[in-house]
């Protein structure tokens, strides 16, 4: 008789990416989707963003040996990078190790991960006739294939731990990248575009917009549990641009996800995360994604006050885990209090830091779990 590991590995060598879900093992903790949509849980559900990565010993030695996005487009690898920190840590979700930045290559753009320097377009697009470079017909399935597989390998493996977290990079932070050519302070070239060529911005949005929406269905279909959709360049933007080149599209992946999936069975929650968004918080949750995530510039309190309809996300300083562990799990305590136990998920602000000692990691943790539920 056929077992579920062997379904697995038929599924994955498939033409299609998408699974039939009935092949992965049941859920034994799934606080993080009962938070998502509102449901009462009996302890507050925390995951990290970042938690696959350079901090832990394990991954750097994975990293020793293999190039960056050799990791990430080689399923197999992927896989165990995603599952170190569930392996050390009592984390409630798990997300996929990928980057952002895999739907600008599948777009047909170069991207190579400098040592010292970080993600790097050799080419990045200069003037609106580039985009005639770019292949907007682009099928997901088979350009960001090795994703999808990456995720049905890691939802069998994680044997119903935890859930498993798919996500993708906002439009207008894609833009940025694309357009920047890596990482920037000001990210002038990319507003340039805002200001001189609002058409050719909009026409690349429109086609990350459409790509990302495939890119996340797909993930889905693969076995991905919950999305996150990164806007985090937000904070570069005016009120005026971000609602005219950033808002609108937010609001198009949002739908066009849940209509699709809804259509194939699924009930997905999605999570928007801003980052120095706080000048457009109220815009952001208005945008009907089921959890917002905050970073640490923002009062939760305040957002609680004023609208209670969806669940919050964060928002402890990632350098606060560079305390004592008292002081830690003091300012986790006072962090969860501002939030509230319930329609919350305890995480960082943004990222974790690549010198952060793992065994801070574990009291923050633990912090959030030990805190009493009324």
Partial sequence: MENSTDKASDELTANSTAVDWSIFPPMKNDLILRAAFGERVERIPVWIMR????????????????????????????????????DRFPLDASIIFSDILVVPQALGMEVLMVPGKGPTFPQPLAVPADLDKLRPDVDVNQALGYVMKAITLTRQRLEGRVPLIGFSGAPWTLLSYMIEGGGSNTQSRAKKWLYVYPEAAKKLLGMLTRVIGDYLVAQVEAGAQ?????ESH????????????AYP??????????????????????????????????????????????????????VRQMDSSFTLQGNLDPCALYSPPEQLRQLTRQMVDKFGPQRYIANLGHGIYPDMDPDNVKVFIDAVHSYPLQ
């Fill in 234 to 245: 937000g904070g570069y933007l005016t009120k005026e641009l971000f609602m005219e080149f």
């Fill in 249 to 302: 599209y937010l609001a198009e992946i949002r739908q066009n996800v849940k209509d699709r999936l809804e259509k194939k069975g699924f009930r997905i929650p999605m999570v928007i995360f801003g980052k120095d968004c706080h000048y457009v918080t109220k815009e952001i949750c208005s945008l009907g994604y089921e959890v917002v995530g905050l970073d640490w510039t923002i009062d939760p309190a305040g």
């Fill in 51 to 86: 938690q696959a990565g350079r901090y832990l010993p394990e991954f750097r030695e994975a990293r020793a040996e293999h190039d960056f996005f050799r990791v990430v487009e080689t399923p197999e690898l992927a896989c165990k990078v995603t599952l170190q920190p569930i």
């Fill in 226 to 230: 919950m999305l996150q959709v990164f």
